[in-house]
C-alpha cells in the first residue's frame, strides 16, 4: 500500500508524462516545420486537403489521433501520420522515465523528501528535459530529411556546456551526489571538443580510404552535442553502440525492406534541404499544418523503390543521427548500470561538479 510520498511521486510522475506528451505535440511543430522554413507559431494547424481548421479536441497529444480522429481527419477523412502520436508518446515516455530517474531518490521517503531541496530536482529535470527533446527532433528530422540543423545543434551544445557550471552555482553542496552522469564542467568541455573531433577524423579517414564520406557533417556536432551534456567518457559507449544499432538496422532494413535505407550520396550531402526535393509533407506545412499532416508512406515508398533500382547494395546507408541520439539515451538512463569496462565510469571524477 503506498503511503503519502509515494502518492506524491506518481502523481507527479502521471504530471510528467501528460507534460512530456503535450511538449511531444509541439515538438511534431518543430520537427516539420523548421527544416522546411516555417514559423512553429503561425499559421495554426489545420488539414492541408480540405484547409479546415483543427480542433482543440482534436489536438489532444496520442488519444486525438488514436480515439478520436483514427488517424484521419475529422472533415475529409485523409489519412494522418501515426508519426504525430509516436512522438509524443516517446516525448512523454521519456519524460516520465527521466522523472523517476532524477527524483525517485528525494522522494524514497518523507524524511529524504523534508530533507531536500526542491532545486535539487527539478532543475536537473529541466535541464536534461530540453536535452532529451533536441534528440527527438533531432532523430525525426534527420530521419525524414536527412539533416541535422545547427540550429538545434549549436544552441544544445552551448547549453550543455554550461550545465555543469550552473550546478557548481546554484545547487546545494552534495546533492548530485550518485547522478549520473557525473559531469564536471571540463569533462564536458572536453567531450564538445573530442565528440565533434573524433567525427571529422572519421569523416576523413573514410574519404582517404574509399574516395566517398562515411557519415555525415551534422554528425559532428550531434556527437558534439552529446559530449557536451554526458561528458568526455561517454563518447566510447555511445560511438560504438550508435554504430551497432545501425548496422543492425540497416540489416534488417535490407531484409525486410522500408525507408530507412537511403542513398549514401543523399545522406553525405551538406546540411541543406534542396529546393526541389522537400517531402510531400512539408508542402501540407506550408499550408499552415503541423499536426494533420498527410500520410506520404505511398509516395516515399515509391521513392525508395526507385533509389534502390539505381543504386547498388553496396551504396546504401542508413541515417547515423538517430542512433546516436539512441545510444546517447540509453547511456543517460541505464550507463551507470553497465559495467565499468562499457560505461567508462572509472573515467568521471566523481563528486566534483
Known amino acids: ?36 522554413g516555417l514559423s512553429v507559431v503561425h499559421p495554426p494547424s489545420r488539414c492541408p486537403n480540405c484547409d479546415a481548421s483543427i480542433r482543440w479536441h482534436d489536438n489532444i497529444p496520442i488519444l486525438s489521433w488514436a480515439l478520436f480522429l483514427r488517424g484521419k481527419c475529422r472533415d475529409c477523412g485523409v489519412p494522418i501520420s501515426g508519426q504525430y ?18 527524483a525517485h531518490k528525494p522522494f524514497a521517503s518523507m524524511e529524504a523528501f523534508q530533507q531536500t531541496e526542491p532545486i535539487s530536482y527539478l532543475l536537473p529535470f529541466g535541464l536534461y528535459f530540453v536535452f532529451i527533446c533536441l534528440l527527438v527532433v533531432i532523430t525525426f528530422v534527420d530521419l525524414e530529411h536527412l539533416l541535422i540543423p545547427h540550429g538545434f545543434t549549436l544552441p544544445g551544445i552551448a547549453l550543455g556546456i554550461g550545465v555543469p557550471f550552473l550546478f557548481n552555482a546554484v545547487m546545494p553542496p552534495g546533492s548530485l551526489v550518485g547522478f549520473w552522469p557525473p559531469v564536471t564542467p571540463m569533462e564536458s568541455i572536453i567531450g564538445a571538443v573530442a565528440g565533434g573531433v573524433t567525427v571529422i577524423a572519421i569523416f576523413y579517414g573514410y574519404f582517404a580510404l574509399r574516395g566517398v ?18 561528458g568526455w567518457p561517454s563518447l566510447v559507449f555511445v560511438f560504438f553502440a550508435a554504430s551497432m544499432q ?14 530507412l535505407l537511403r542513398d549514401s550520396a543523399t545522406i553525405f550531402e551538406e546540411d541543406e534541404l534542396p529546393s526541389d526535393a ?24 515509391t521513392a525508395d523503390e526507385s533509389i534502390d533500382d539505381e543504386v547498388e547494395a553496396g551504396a546504401l546507408a542508413v541515417p547515423f543521427g538517430p542512433f546516436i541520439a539512441l545510444a546517447a539515451l540509453e547511456f543517460f538512463f541505464v550507463g551507470n548500470l553497465l559495467p565499468s569496462a562499457f560505461s567508462m565510469s572509472y573515467l568521471y571524477k566523481y563528486g566534483f561538479w
Open 1 to 36: 500500500m503506498m503511503n503519502s510520498i509515494d502518492t506524491i511521486f506518481w502523481l507527479f510522475a502521471g504530471f510528467a508524462f501528460v507534460f512530456g506528451a503535450v511538449v511531444g505535440s509541439f515538438l511534431n511543430v518543430v520537427i516539420y516545420r523548421v527544416p522546411a
Open 85 to 102: 502520436a509516436m512522438v509524443e508518446a516517446l516525448t512523454g515516455s521519456l519524460t516520465l522515465a527521466l522523472w523517476y530517474k532524477i
Open 213 to 230: 564520406p562515411g557519415i555525415g557533417g551534422g554528425d559532428v556536432t550531434l556527437m558534439a552535442l552529446v559530449g557536451a551534456w554526458l
Open 246 to 259: 545501425g548496422v543492425i538496422a540497416a540489416g534488417l532494413a535490407m531484409l525486410f525492406g522500408g525507408g
Open 278 to 301: 522537400a517531402p510531400a509533407q512539408d508542402d501540407a506545412l506550408a499550408q499552415g499544418d503541423a499536426r494533420a499532416a498527410l500520410d506520404s508512406a505511398e509516395d516515399k515508398d
